[in-house]
């Protein structure tokens, strides 16, 4: 049942960050032992409903009484200023904010891009890049590396490059916007300008493609529009603004957080080693983990819905912390355990409904060959680091660390 939250969570403003890369915050903890629903402050001192549970996390991402739109009145954006909503609802809206079949209709022609199947056909591509990185790492002759630059970073950006037909020597530019966007801590200022520059950019891609297609995401999808009649233009650009900023750094900050997660569990690494076969397990398990992106999954209400033992009226935001949910331990006995062989799949790290992850396919291959490959290739990798000397993002949107030296 929903209950009022007491004591010092009352005046508790969300979400909170994580001082532990290997611990929600206890203030998660106590929140869902108090209700898994339940109104909280929001930094900025609006209220909205924070969702803790897993069972009420799903029920609410797979309800259509919930929105996406986050121009609606009541989204609970978090840390967005005036100017930067005004800048957001006059662009064209994103897929990750569309409703029911605008939502479906535009997310469908891109689907089969991502399949399992077509994505295979990628694996050796992939393999290859992975590859060239750990060479290059390998080839500097000082047994020591910052991971997030050599390896974390430049492999989901070459991979979601070559996808979309983006020149990879762009990478800079886009890397460096996408991380202020991301930011928290970023003015408001600083996160327009990165929101304009990005979609300038990505404009700019499009109409090159429109121009001078070639074998790639974007080009397919403008041939298959042309052919139909249908060519839309700001349409593309936001499904590239989405794919290209999301494409890479999420990946980018699991990698290194996958990194330290078996670098710190030696017995868990072990596992993999021996037999790579558990390694999708594994990269399941530490998607549960870390659960980057917590608060990314928020929605408002559009009618009133009982849910959970709470009456939760239109117009009213919910945040469901997908962080908070994979850390259930009414649905995963000792969540605090990284334990590979949980089988944990059914996790929330990348959502649940008609908006899950569209790239999680090619998220999960990529995590496969990255972890199966460097932990092969150089068997006595370690942190050159004490953990807690490590630089973690505690202020963005995507939970990871800014810098990973390692040594072997």
């Not at 929140?31 to 009420?56: D, F, K, M, N």
């Not at 520059?197 to 493609?209: G, H, M, S, V």
């Not at 983990?289 to 999954?297: C, L, P, R, W």
């Not at 908006?355 to 999960?364: E, I, K």
Request: aromatic share 6%; net charge negative.
């Amino acid at each position: 049942m929903t209950k009022s939250i007491v004591g010092e969570l009352a005046d508790l403003e969300l979400p909170v960050e994580r001082g532990c890369p290997f611990a929600t915050p206890a203030e998660y903890e106590q929140l869902r032992e108090q209700a898994p629903i339940s109104t909280v402050r929001l930094a900025g001192g609006t209220e909205a409903w924070w969702v803790a549970g897993y069972e009420e996390a799903r029920a609410i991402l797979a309800d259509r009484r919930f929105s996406s739109d986050r121009r609606k009145d009541g989204f609970p954006l978090l840390n967005l200023d005036a100017a930067t909503m005004r800048q957001l609802r006059s662009q064209p809206q994103l897929m990750l904010g569309m409703d029911g079949e605008e939502h479906a209709a535009t997310r469908r022609p891109v689907i089969s891009e991502f399949t399992v199947k077509r994505l295979g056909a990628l694996r050796p591509r992939i393999q290859e890049i992975v590859d060239q990185f750990i060479d290059d790492m390998l080839a500097n002759g000082q047994r020591s590396a910052d991971l997030v630059q050599a390896l974390s970073l430049p492999v989901p950006s070459l991979v979601i490059c070559q996808l979309l037909g983006a020149p990879y020597s762009d990478h800079d530019y886009f890397q460096s916007r996408t991380a202020v966007a991301v930011r928290r801590s970023s003015s408001p200022e600083e996160r327009q300008r990165a929101f304009l520059e990005l979609r300038a950019y990505i404009d700019e891609l499009i109409t090159r493609k429109e121009s001078e297609p070639g074998d790639d995401l974007f080009s397919r999808q403008i041939a298959r529009q042309r052919q139909e009649g249908t060519l839309d233009h700001a349409g593309l650009v936001s499904l590239a603004f989405l794919l290209l900023t999301a494409g890479h750094e999420t990946t980018a900050n699991m990698i290194s957080l996958g990194v330290i997660g078996l670098l710190k569990h030696p017995e868990q690494l072990a596992m993999i080693t021996a037999d790579p076969d558990k390694t999708p397990m594994a990269v399941e398990e530490l998607l549960r983990y870390f659960t980057i992106a917590d608060t990314v999954t928020s929605r408002v209400a559009i009618e009133d819905v009982q849910i959970g033992g709470a009456s939760i009226k239109a117009g009213q935001g919910v945040i469901v912390s997908s962080l908070s949910a994979g850390w259930d331990p009414a649905v995963f006995t000792d969540p605090a355990e990284l334990d590979i062989e949980r089988g944990a799949r059914h996790h929330l790290a990348f959502g649940f409904g008609p908006h899950q992850c569209l790239g999680q396919n090619l998220a999960r291959m990529e995590l496969q060959v990255v972890f199966d490959t460097l932990f092969r290739r150089i068997p006595t990798l370690r942190l050159a680091v004490p953990v807690e000397d490590l630089p973690f993002k505690k202020d963005a949107i995507i939970y990871g660390v800014e810098e990973l030296p390692v040594t072997w």
